[in-house]
């Protein structure tokens, strides 16, 4: 195996990839508390919005039942494993360019931190045969239709959910509704942590929030992903459990405005493993790039007063790219 500076032969993990022990994961995680899971499948609607309320106050939970074939998260995953099985210079060929979006490379995040994460990752954007021509010239169909279904199928369910959310929080109006945006843009991102034998020393994706409402994740039959529970106490830690055909929803930047804070985003990062390498298959989903995030007046009144300022997911986008994970206080209601 080899990825981005990262191969299976090292004997010690290079000075670039070494974390300080205050950020180094796995060593303060507990397990006082639990992701909440939900049974979308339950016939007591009103216990689902019971359920929703409490686990969006955290910003983030798992589903079962959700509807997403079973043989469809195992296809998509089993064709991630295959692309970034791949020799590194074959991945290259896709490589995502500097001002680009789509493509092959390190997350987007690491140049807020100065060591380097334990991860790869492919970030595919609409139709995946241009970049997957590159990497598979001749045998690209297959790869193309898998992710094309799986998209298809958790953009389904992404939509039913903000619709669930929209009803937890009794709104006239739906939160889609609200930002009278388009067509809503969805990124499928796909991120590989190979085997790390010193998991403790080591990050696979730091602790950050997701710009968008929300992130569907498929972590496959290997844990590695944390939520941090309370963000004034930073080490407290819990693990994502990996459930068999489960996904863990987490919510975004943009639920938490729209919400008028009542909801949070939640701040989460991946730990590789000593073991087994990880793949996980994230749906990140948001409004079109013009919608304008405001906070529901159906929320704003005189106990919960207004939070935030009216934007575009486009220029929220843009502040991220620089202000990271403290964007959201440049856009609070003074």
Not at 42 to 54: C, F, G, N, P, V
Request: glycine share 6%; proline share 5%.
């Amino acid at each position: 195996m080899e990825c981005m500076g990262i191969t299976s032969s090292m004997q010690e993990i290079p000075e670039s990839y070494l974390w300080s022990e205050e950020d180094r994961p796995m060593e303060n995680t507990t397990g006082e508390n639990s992701v909440p899971l939900i049974d979308l499948q339950e016939k007591d609607e009103a216990k689902i919005m019971r359920q929703l309320r409490s686990a969006c106050e955290n910003g983030f939970f798992q589903i079962v039942n959700h509807g997403v074939p079973h043989e469809l998260l195992h296809s998509i995953e089993n064709q991630a494993r295959l692309l970034f099985s791949l020799p590194l210079e074959e991945k290259l060929k896709a490589r995502r360019t500097s001002d680009g979006l789509a493509g092959y490379g390190v997350a987007r995040i690491a140049s807020f931190f100065s060591k380097q994460m334990w991860s790869e990752g492919f970030t595919w954007i609409g139709s995946a045969e241009e970049h997957a021509k590159k990497i598979w010239p001749h045998d690209y169909d297959h790869f193309c239709h898998v992710k094309e279904k799986y998209e298809d199928a958790i953009k389904r369910l992404a939509l039913r959910l903000i619709g669930l959310i929209s009803g937890s929080l009794a709104l006239n109006k739906s939160l889609m509704e609200m930002m009278k945006g388009e067509e809503s843009f969805g990124v499928v991102q796909m991120n590989h942590y190979p085997v790390c034998w010193q998991p403790h020393r080591t990050m696979g994706m730091a602790p950050h929030t997701d710009s968008s409402l929300l992130t569907l994740l498929y972590q496959g039959g290997v844990e590695g992903l944390q939520f941090q529970l309370h963000r004034q106490r930073h080490e407290d830690w819990i693990v994502a459990p990996a459930l068999p055909n489960g996904l863990v929803v987490i919510l975004g930047d943009l639920i938490q405005v729209l919400s008028n804070g009542r909801y949070k985003s939640a701040v989460h990062r991946a730990v590789p493993n000593s073991r087994r390498s990880r793949i996980s298959l994230a749906y990140i989903w948001g409004p079109s790039l013009n919608a304008v995030i405001k906070p529901s007046p159906d929320l704003v009144d005189s106990h919960h007063p207004l939070s935030y300022k009216a934007f575009t997911w486009s220029e929220y986008l843009r502040a991220k790219a620089v202000h990271f994970n403290t964007t959201l206080q440049f856009f609070k209601q003074s």
